[in-house]
C-alpha cells in the first residue's frame, strides 16, 4: 500500500503488516460499496486498525457514524488507542464515546450486583422518583445543568477517551456517567460499545434515540464476531426455578405482600406436577399451553403479570432487586412464539433440595439480528475463528450479497508447530482411569519439552481434577490451576503469577471457555506451548438435541451448526493464546485422535500446516532446539 492511500484511509502506523493491507483493501471497497463483510482474519494480524481505518476515513466524509462492538474490556481499549493514534498522526479531530453496560457505569454503591433486568428496573424507579442525586444533577428545569454542560465540553476536549475517564469526570461532578456518555454520543463519530447496545432491542431503542443515532446511518463493526451468536440466544432465553419461587416467597412475606403467597405457592405445585415423572438430573420438553392453562386456574395469566410487575417495583425501592419480578418478566417471555425456541423442564439438585427449572430457550439468533443486520448501512464481523463464514451467514442472517473472506495468518509459518497427537481421547465412552492416566503421561511428557510456559486446556474441570490426580504426579513443573468464577482480580493475580514463571516454565490447568481460553494477551516468552485436550462437545442434552433439529430443517445442516462447530471454535480460540505476535514461537498440541477424522480435521483453517504425530516428544524437542 503506497504512502498516498495510507494517509488517504487515515493509517496511523509506518509499517503493515503482511496480509493486513489486503484486509484494509478490501473492506475500503466493501464499505463503498456498501456491502457486509464476515471476515475470518487470525490472530495478529491488526483488525481493530484494519476495519476501523477504512470505515472512519469514509464515515468522515459522508452522514456515516461507526458502531464498534466488543464484549472484551481489553478491546475497548485497543479501538480507542487506536483512534488517538489516528488523530495524532493524521491531525483529525475525532470525537468518539466509549461505553460500557449502564450498571457497570453507575456510581451508586450495590448495583454491580444486580441482575441486568432488575438494575434497569431499579434505576428506573430511583430516576422517576428523583432520588437519583447523579441524575438530578444532570438537570436544571428539563435542561442540562451548566455542570452536565461543563462535563460534556471537557469529555470531548478529552476524546477519544477511555470509559474510566468519563466515570471519573462524572463522579468528581456528582454526574450520571450514562447520561454525559449518551450526551457525547450524539456529537461522536465512533461509538465503542458491547454488543447489547445494538442487538438488544429494549437497550438499542433507548439508546439510538438518545444518541440521535439511526441503524441506516452506521456502519456496525462487530469484534469477536463468533461470540454473537450465543450472545442473542442468552439475550433472548429465560427461565423459572423452584429455587426463585422459594425466595420470591420469602421476599413477599418480607415485604408484607402475602396477597401474593397463594399464587407463588400454587406455581410451586404447577412445576411439581409437571416434573413428578422426571428423575433428578434428568429434562423433557415442556408445552407451552399447558403451562399457561395450569397458571390460569389460579389467576388470569396477564393478570398476574401485572400484579408481580407492580409489587417487584415497590420492592425495587427498598432492597433494589426482586424475586417476584424476575417471575414476571419470565411469565412475560414464556408467551413468546415457538418458532425457533425451545421448552424444557429439567430436575436438579442443590445443596440436598430437588430443583425443578422451566426453561424458555432461544435456538435461533437470526431472530433478532437479521433485521438489524438489515436495516445498518452495512455490517463487518470479524473474528479469528470465524470459520466457516457461511455458518455465521446463515446463523446470523446477514444480507445474500454478504462478502465472505478468509486471510491467512501474518506471521512465519516456521514460528508455529501445529500438531495432533492421536494416543488419546475423551470420548465419553472411553472415560476411565487408564485413559486419564495416558492424557496425562502425554501432557507431561509434552510441558516437559517446553523451555517456558504452558497452558493445557480441558473440556471441564471435572475431567480437569481427575486428569490432574495423575498429571500432578508426573510433571516437574509449577502447576497452577485456574478456579470456576473468577473474578477480574483474581484472573489479573492468577496472570501475573503464571509470567512470572517465563524462565523456569510453569503449567496452567484451565478449561475451554474459561477464564483464559480467549481474551489474554501472553506475547513473547510468556507463553510456548498450548495443549488443547478433547473436544468440548457438549451433553447431547435436550437444548443441544432441539438445536440440532432446528438447524437440521432450517439448513439441513443440524449436527455441523448445532454441535460439532461450535465445540470446534472454542477448541481454536483456546489455541490462539499461544501466537499472538510475530516474534513469538510455540507449539499447539491437539491431544484426541477425532482431529484425525475427516470431519473434524477439515475445520481447521486452511492456512494451518498440520502435523500428525505419536512421536511428540521428538517433534517439540526439535522444533524448540532449532533457532
Known amino acids: 500500500m503506497d504512502l498516498k492511500l495510507k494517509k488517504q484511509l487515515l493509517f496511523p502506523y509506518d509499517e503493515i503488516r503482511a496480509e493486513q493491507d489486503k484486509l484494509i483493501i478490501d473492506i475500503k471497497d466493501a464499505v463503498e460499496n456498501k456491502k457486509s463483510m464476515i471476515i475470518h482474519a487470525p490472530t495478529g494480524l491488526g483488525k481493530t486498525v484494519a476495519a476501523l481505518c477504512p470505515a472512519l476515513s ?18 475497548h481499549h485497543i479501538a480507542i488507542e487506536t483512534l488517538k493514534q489516528i488523530k495524532e498522526k493524521h491531525s483529525t479531530d475525532i470525537i468518539a464515546t466509549d461505553i460500557i453496560g449502564k450498571k457497570w457505569m453507575c456510581p ?37 445543568s451548566p455542570e452536565a454542560k461543563l462535563a460534556i465540553e471537557e469529555l470531548k476536549g478529552l476524546s477519544p477517551a477511555h470509559v474510566e475517564k468519563v466515570v471519573e469526570v462524572c463522579e468528581e461532578r456528582k454526574l450520571c456517567p450514562y447520561e454525559i456518555s449518551m450526551k457525547l454520543a ?43 451468536p450465543e450472545r442473542i440466544r442468552n439475550l433472548l432465553s429465560d427461565k423459572l ?37 422426571i428423575e433428578t438430573y434428568k429434562e423433557k420438553l415442556a408445552d407451552k399451553q399447558s403451562f399457561i392453562d395450569k397458571i390460569n386456574k389460579i389467576a388470569k395469566y396477564d393478570e398476574l403479570i401485572e400484579d408481580m410487575e407492580f409489587i417487584g417495583d415497590e420492592i425495587r425501592e427498598e432492597q433494589k432487586q426482586s424475586y417476584i419480578g424476575s417471575i414476571a418478566h419470565f411469565l412475560n417471555a414464556w408467551q413468546g412464539s415457538d418458532e425457533g425456541f425451545s421448552r424444557i423442564i429439567t430436575v436438579r439438585e442443590f445443596n440436598g433440595k430437588r430443583i425443578v427449572e422451566l426453561s424458555y430457550k432461544c435456538l435461533d439468533p437470526s431472530l433478532m439480528s437479521q433485521e438489524i443486520l438489515a436495516s445498518s448501512y452495512l455490517t463487518i464481523a470479524m473474528s479469528g475463528t470465524m470459520t466457516p463464514t457461511s455458518m455465521y451467514r446463515e446463523m446470523l442472517g446477514f444480507p445474500e450479497d454478504t462478502i465472505e473472506k478468509q486471510y491467512n495468518s501474518p506471521f512465519p509459518e516456521e514460528n508455529r508447530l501445529n500438531l495432533i497427537i492421536p494416543e488419546t481421547t475423551t470420548k465419553y465412552d472411553f472415560r476411565c482411569k487408564d485413559e486419564y492416566r495416558k492424557i496425562a503421561n502425554v501432557c507431561a511428557g509434552l510441558t516437559k519439552q517446553v523451555p517456558g510456559n504452558s497452558i493445557i486446556f480441558f473440556p471441564s474441570y471435572n475431567l480437569r481434577d481427575r486428569i490432574n490426580d495423575y498429571f500432578s504426579m508426573l510433571c516437574r513443573k509449577n502447576i497452577l490451576l485456574e478456579k470456576p468464577f473468577l473474578t477480574k482480580e483474581e484472573k489479573a493475580e492468577l496472570l501475573e503469577e503464571f509470567k512470572n514463571y517465563k524462565e523456569t516454565g510453569a503449567v496452567l490447568l484451565g478449561v475451554h471457555s474459561g477464564s483464559f481460553s480467549e481474551g489474554i494477551d501472553l506475547i513473547g516468552d510468556f507463553l510456548k506451548c498450548v495443549v488443547v485436550v478433547g473436544l468440548p462437545l457438549g451433553p447431547p442434552d435436550l437444548q443441544t438435541q432441539e438445536l440440532i433439529k432446528y438447524y437440521d ?22 489455541a490462539g493464546r499461544c501466537i499472538r505476535s510475530e516474534k513469538d514461537r510455540g507449539v499447539i498440541a491437539f491431544l484426541d485422535v477425532r482431529y484425525t477424522w475427516g470431519s473434524y480435521f477439515k475445520c481447521f483453517p486452511p492456512d494451518w500446516e498440520i502435523k500428525i504425530s505419536k512421536q511428540y516428544n521428538e517433534v517439540v524437542k526439535e522444533f524448540f532446539e532449532q533457532n
Not at 469514509?58 to 478491546?75: C, E, G, P
Not at 450524539?186 to 447496545?197: E, F, N, W
Not at 419461587?245 to 396477597?259: C, F
Request: proline fraction near 2%.
Open 553 to 574: 430443517k432450517k439448513f439441513g445442516k443440524g449436527w455441523d451448526y448445532g454441535y460439532k462447530l461450535p465445540a470446534f471454535i472454542k477448541c481454536l480460540q483456546s
Open 241 to 277: 426455578s423452584s429455587r426463585i419461587i422459594r425466595r420470591a416467597a420469602s421476599e413477599a412475606k418480607k415485604h408484607g405482600h402475602t396477597d401474593i403467597l397463594k399464587s407463588l405457592n400454587a406455581m410451586q405445585k404447577i412445576l411439581s406436577e409437571l416434573s413428578k415423572d
Open 186 to 228: 450524539s456529537k461522536s463519530k465512533v461509538i465503542i460499545a458491547d454488543y447489547y447496545y445494538v442487538f438488544n432491542p429494549s437497550v438499542s431503542e433507548t439508546f439510538l434515540k438518545k444518541s440521535g443515532k439511526k441503524l441506516e446511518n452506521s456502519i456496525i463493526i462487530v469484534d469477536e464476531g463468533h461470540n454473537l
Open 108 to 144: 451508586v454503591p450495590g448495583t454491580k450486583e444486580l441482575y441486568s433486568n432488575e438494575f434497569s428496573e431499579y434505576c428506573k424507579l430511583q430516576r422517576e422518583e428523583k432520588k437519583c442525586e447523579y441524575y438530578s444533577n444532570m438537570y436544571d428545569k428539563h435542561k442540562l
Open 58 to 75: 469514509f464515515a468522515l466524509k459522508r452522514d456515516v457514524n461507526i458502531f464498534f462492538l466488543t464484549s472484551r474490556h481489553t478491546q
